[in-house]
């Protein structure tokens, strides 16, 4: 049974779009109520709530005292520096294609960034659907690529979906680097290792409609903290944090589901079902985070054969560097972005050291683009 609930917004608040700023003030003085004098701290797990928090400016109008801490939520910027010394040596060992999505040519390894590889006349490609890399694989058939899959539960169907397709047209030149990462082992990694004192979590609302409210039940239970799913609106997340704090202050625990537009219990099963055809669990990566068990996936013994780690294995072993970028401790929430000795800086959107101040979806960019005041 279903022990998650769900709350609807136009049930607790006379809300209707075009009373926007009503509402805002309504919910704006009850947070504040609930508030009053005593400190909380929540994380948002998802980097587009963290972007979007920051873009609409929600800190300023809510207490000093509740604090929103932006966790590991950008699957680009959880993209380990390891990975990315990996894809350069095996650009440089192999002379393979890189094709991948735009933000994670930027992103800098321990040494370089994929754009490194651009300025010494590497063939690198960006892709805004992946499907595209079957289009140039097909029309390089001399040339061998390596398509880079990067992201969370919500991205990896639309590549699963595009490795079936290149298993059908048989494919010879086009192999697979997979970087994705699952979201709830690493809540359970950051909650075990108790390193910044969490009141509740607000749940991602993308990857919840994958993977369903259900995914965080036994978190929830285990650490005894609430969860509350919400969506991306301003209306969503002053709703959905006014939620958390309710059940914070009356100490229950459990999963609330506010985002009920997207979200259901189970998920959506077609999707999952999508990934394990061609994917199966395996450790991963992660920055600031280290290996964690199970959050990764892996080609299966169906689709090994696209696997360019098996394909093109490295001869030299890589020696990752140790770089000033705190982006680790950002995505841990140890730290906030401007606390970084290199934010604004050394490090700007136009100068990146870190991939939290490469990706749109990175708190370092957030607070650089509409927090800096
Ligand atoms: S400000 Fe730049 S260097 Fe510092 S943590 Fe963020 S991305 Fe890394």
């Known amino acids: 049974m279903s022990l998650v609930k769900t709350i609807n917004l136009n049930s607790m608040f006379n809300y209707d779009s075009q009373s926007f700023k009503l509402f805002t003030k309504e919910i704006v003085d009850k947070i504040k109520e609930l508030v009053g004098d005593k400190e909380y701290v929540i994380m948002e797990f998802c980097g587009t709530h963290t972007h979007e928090i920051s873009r609409y400016a929600l800190r300023s109008i809510l207490p000093k005292n509740l604090e929103l801490r932006s966790g590991p939520g950008c699957p680009v910027c959880v993209t380990a520096e390891e990975d990315i010394d990996y894809i350069i040596n095996l650009v440089l060992e192999n002379d393979l294609g890189v094709i991948t999505f735009g933000d994670i040519v930027n992103v800098p390894g321990s040494v370089a960034s994929l754009s490194y590889l651009r300025a010494m006349g590497k063939d690198v490609k960006v892709v805004y659907n992946p499907m595209e890399s079957i289009k140039i694989a097909e029309n390089n058939l001399n040339k061998n690529y390596v398509l880079v899959g990067i992201g969370f539960e919500t991205t990896v169907p639309m590549l699963a979906h595009t490795l079936i397709n290149i298993k059908q047209k048989g494919l010879k030149n086009l192999f697979y680097l997979s970087l994705h990462k699952l979201t709830p082992p690493a809540t359970i990694a950051l909650l075990n290792s108790n390193e910044v004192k969490l009141d509740g979590i607000i749940g991602p609302g993308h990857v919840s409609t994958i993977i369903g409210t259900k995914a965080w039940e036994d978190i929830a239970y285990k650490y005894k903290i609430p969860f509350v799913i919400m969506g991306f609106e301003p209306q969503d997340m002053l ?9 914070i202050i009356n100490k229950e625990y459990g999963v609330w589901n506010t985002y009920l537009r997207s979200v259901r219990y189970e998920g959506n099963k077609t999707a999952l079902d999508l990934i394990f055809k061609v994917f199966r669990i395996s450790s991963a990566n992660w920055r600031g985070l280290g290996i964690i068990p199970d959050s990764g996936l892996e080609l299966n013994d169906e689709f090994k054969e696209y696997d360019v780690k098996l394909r093109f294995p490295l001869t030299k072993e890589i020696k990752v560097r140790k770089t000033a970028c705190r982006c680790g401790d950002v995505l841990r929430g140890a730290i906030k972005p401007y606390e ?34």
């Open 239 to 247: 709703f959905g944090i006014y939620v958390l704090l309710e059940k």
């Open 340 to 373: 970084c000795p290199l934010f604004a800086k050394a490090c700007k959107p136009s100068s990146p050291k870190g991939p939290c101040m490469v990706s749109s979806e990175g708190s370092c960019a957030a607070y650089y683009l509409y927090e800096m005041n």
